[in-house]
């Protein structure tokens, strides 16, 4: 800063405005971005809540990268994961095709996008998971991408079965055809459809009521029916710390994935992740 710009700044009222400009001009373009995307967005999509959206390259790379740390499974295998996943041609006609039919479709984009979703197709591609839970359906678009996994799993003759719960009888209208011969949606609250599974629960996620005491309600109900290796997916642990707080709890590890959405106002949720280091590398699961 040059010595009149310095002598400007100091100078009662009128220094305080021009720094006050000048922090102004900073600040500008870290909230205008968001701000015009958000002016798109109102003219180029239908959606209201549950936004969908790609992520990111670098943040996909993250995502992978996390993953493979997490599982201990090589970065280009994980990364291949998430790539099955964006190819799926078959998986995205289904989606599109159910949502265009569906009586909801005036609030969905014509677009598929999974967003965090393919680190949860990548943990069911690299687990190999004998069940998989996740609390919170909504349209069932979660559901069919890991049903997609469990799909391509039992092909390699790893068998194994998704489960959905939601109080909103109508909620899953995505997940048909093929990708529900795999799984089935528990309807009623999810704290009850938890309390009454009965089986080893290797790979369980948390998307529903996302009210920080319910969230904590699920992990203490699902906490002795987890199987020796089972991971566990926080979608709220970018607002709560209910997650994390289990994984200390339960002597587990917690790291955390923050999104970072390609081309759209909304800052981006994540993906909490509780787990227990594996003892072999690209193993299934261990009971």
């Not at 295998?77 to 479709?105: C, G, N, P």
């Not at 559901?143 to 799993?153: I, Y």
């Not at 089935?184 to 369980?204: H, M, N, R, V, W």
Request: glycine residues 8%.
């Amino acid at each position: 800063m040059t010595s009149w710009k310095m002598k400007l700044a100091r100078t009662p009222v009128v220094g305080s405005l021009a720094l006050m400009a000048f922090r102004a001009r900073v600040a500008l373009p870290y909230v205008g971005s968001p701000v015009r995307t958000a002016v798109k967005w109102l003219f180029a999509s239908n959606e209201t809540s549950n936004f969908t959206y790609e992520l990111e390259d670098s943040n996909r790379r993250y995502l992978a990268s996390l993953i493979s740390d997490v599982t201990g499974t090589a970065f280009p295998i994980v990364w291949a994961y998430m790539q099955e996943l964006e190819e799926d041609q078959d998986l995205k006609r289904h989606i599109a095709a159910r949502t265009e039919q569906s009586a909801w479709s005036f609030l969905a984009d014509k677009g598929v996008r999974f967003g965090r979703r393919a680190g949860w197709y990548a943990m069911v591609r690299i687990l190999k998971p004998a069940v998989v839970i996740e609390t919170g359906v909504d349209k069932g678009l979660g559901s069919c991408v890991l049903a997609s996994a469990l799909r391509r799993n039992a092909q390699e003759g790893h068998a194994g079965r998704y489960f959905g719960t939601d109080i909103n009888p109508a909620a899953g209208y995505l997940f048909s055809g093929v990708y529900a011969e795999h799984g089935s949606i528990l309807y009623g609250d999810s704290i009850e459809s938890l309390k009454a599974f009965d089986q080893p629960i290797d790979l369980f996620i948390n998307d529903s009521d996302h009210s920080i005491d319910y969230e904590a309600d699920e992990y203490r109900t699902i906490e002795g029916k987890l199987s020796e290796g089972a991971v566990v997916l926080g979608d709220n642990a970018h607002c709560s710390p209910r997650l994390m707080e289990f994984a200390q709890a339960s002597l587990r590890h917690f790291v955390f994935f923050q999104e970072k959405p390609a081309q759209h106002w909304y800052p981006g949720a994540g993906i909490g992740i509780c787990f227990r280091r594996r003892e072999v590398e690209n193993s299934p699961l261990r009971r």
